[in-house]
């Protein structure tokens, strides 16, 4: 593993800084978000406390509600708009709902899924939509591990290292900078996830194409999503129009059936919490490792 890891800020401003129109694009997250969900269906769980981590603008928190009535949210993001957009997204949602004393209000916390902003042990049930691949795998991996309950649930979708492959190529016909974010493989996600001691993960991929009438409203609408290029070695300064339109005659070659494609290599990923020793005189397995339960 050796991407070099996103600006922090530049991430959380970046997607602070969307939070107000990422909804009218998000149409490769919607997907995603869907699908997670299939999976999750076909889980037998009933969490108390699940974190929806990288909320966004909380689309999920309301279905993830819908789904567990019972469970306590937290929404958890790096950015602070992202959060604010998220509570008016699910107050709406509610409707008059959102007047009864019982209803389930989420909690909203900013903070790092590399340093998650909750206790040991407290969590069991983790939804992380597209959000993992702004992390250094290892890192969130120990951090989620820390935080799931024995018998708890990580599900997530993140991006591959084949995603925007035609943006990536048309880029590269022009300058040696890197200008589309890097993304870790399903291997080192794999790895990570077995050295951060969870239990059974299952990973595989899809493959998502959206379809573009021109290169330059995919290069806005990843702006309005805050997709922003983050990559350290990334070109400073703003960029020449020359350039630009270089990249759009590279992407042109790409064109088929009238359209130009952008694809995204989307992992889908599961485990469970490993053994955990809560206090010196406990080991907790979980069901899963017990049962052998296979979902
Ligand atoms: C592509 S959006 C996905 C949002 C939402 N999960 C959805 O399905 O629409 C990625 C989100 O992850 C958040 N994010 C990025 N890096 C993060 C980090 N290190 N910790 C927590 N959230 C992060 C961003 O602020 C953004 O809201």
């Known amino acids: 593993m050796n991407n070099e890891l996103p ?12 939070a107000a129109h990422y909804d009218d694009v998000a149409v490769l997250q919607r997907q995603t978000a869907d699908e997670l969900l299939e999976r999750l269906s076909l889980v037998s769980i009933q969490p108390n406390r699940i974190v929806d981590l990288g909320a966004g603008t909380g689309r999920n928190l ?5 789904r567990y009535p019972k469970a ?3 929404a958890v993001d790096i950015a602070p708009a992202m959060l604010q957009q998220a509570r008016q997204v699910y107050q709406q949602n509610l409707g ?21 902003p909750l206790a040991d042990n407290s969590v069991d049930l983790i939804f992380a939509n597209l959000s993992l691949q702004w992390c250094d795998p290892r890192t969130s991996f ?7 309950r024995p018998d708890g649930l990580i599900m997530f979708t993140s991006l591959g290292p084949d995603t925007l492959t035609e943006l990536r190529q048309a880029w590269a016909s022009v300058d040696d ?20 001691g969870l239990a059974n993960p299952v990973l595989d991929t899809d493959r998502y194409t959206l379809t573009y009438d021109s290169s330059m409203v995919l290069m806005k609408d990843l702006k309005i999503l805050g997709a922003r290029n983050v990559n350290t070695a990334r070109r400073r300064g703003l960029t020449g129009k020359k350039s630009i339109q270089a990249v759009a005659n590279k992407y042109e070659t790409f064109r088929r059936d009238g359209v130009l494609p952008a694809t995204y290599e ?23 490792q017990i049962q052998g339960r296979k979902s």
Request: aromatic share 10%; hydrophobic share 45%; glycine share 4%.
């Open 7 to 18: 600006n922090k800020q530049l991430v959380a401003d970046s997607f602070s800084h969307a």
């Open 62 to 66: 309301s279905l993830l509600a819908k």
């Open 72 to 74: 306590q949210l937290v």
């Open 96 to 116: 008059l709902k959102r007047w009864f004393p019982n209803s389930n209000k989420p909690i909203y916390l900013a903070g790092d899924a590399e340093a998650l």
């Open 142 to 148: 120990a951090e989620i591990s820390r935080v799931l």
């Open 177 to 196: 900078y890197p200008h589309v974010n890097m993304f870790y493989d399903m291997h080192d996600i794999g790895t990570a996830m077995m050295d951060a």
């Open 266 to 288: 989307v992992i889908f990923g599961h485990a469970w919490a490993g053994q955990k020793i809560m206090n010196s005189n406990e080991i907790h397995i979980s069901v899963d």
